[in-house]
């Protein structure tokens, strides 16, 4: 077991089991779309801090999912052995389990929190962008609380409300700097809301 900082905001703790790489078809689409969030800056590195922000995933089957690697932000174009499967996490414990060859994005507890939110969601898609942040708080989009810590218990009990249902959508973390959350049935869904936030905010300023 190692630890990792999250941002520098909370620990969480992870288990790799060394696996081959996920195969291509599970994480085609992630990759088209991580390829355009990276170009819009929605996906990236802190240049001061060096750390990476921007994750995405995918369900496979009913209990795992695929994720994008911890600190891959940096880079424009991510391969097979950049994506990891998470295979248990524990929002309690702050732990997560995932097999492949690269330990899991340190958000992952925040994306199984979504998942567990509702069956149907298929696609969870995690950005930073500090003007279309600020966009959706000043329009109160849906939200999740200034005071929840992300990746916790609090934060899946949150999850749930925000969603109310909806099978896609797009939330606002105000406790998460620059942080938004999109989430769909398909990728389509899950991206094209991103896409119409950006749209909106920089038809603005
Ligand atoms: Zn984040």
Not at 78 to 83: F, S
Not at 149 to 165: I, R, S
Not at 180 to 196: F, N, P, Q, R, V
Request: aromatic share 10%; with cysteine.
């Amino acid at each position: 077991m190692e630890t990792n900082r999250d941002e520098g905001v909370i620990k969480f703790q992870y288990t790799l089991k060394m696996a081959p790489a996920p195969e291509k078809t599970e994480y085609i689409k992630l990759e088209k779309w991580r390829a355009l969030f990276y170009k819009l800056n929605m996906i990236g590195e802190y240049p001061i801090e060096k750390v990476g922000f921007g994750n995405l995933s995918s369900r496979i089957g009913s209990d795992n999912f695929i994720i994008t690697g911890t600190q891959t932000g940096h880079l424009a174009h991510l391969e097979a052995h950049h994506y990891t499967v998470v295979t248990d996490c524990n929002l309690k414990k702050g732990s997560v389990e995932a097999r492949g060859m690269i330990p899991p994005s340190s958000e992952s507890l925040t994306h199984h929190a979504i998942y567990e939110a509702s069956n149907t969601i298929k696609y969870v898609f995690h950005i930073h962008h500090p003007q279309m942040w600020k966009h959706m708080i000043e329009n109160e989009f849906d939200s999740i609380a200034e005071n929840i810590p992300y990746g916790t218990q609090a934060m899946a009990t949150a999850a749930l409300e925000v969603l109310d249902g909806k099978t896609y959508g797009a939330f606002v973390m105000k406790g998460h700097e620059d942080g938004i959350i999109s989430y769909g049935k398909t990728a389509e869904e899950a991206g094209k809301i991103l896409l119409d936030i950006y749209r909106e905010t920089c038809s603005r300023n």
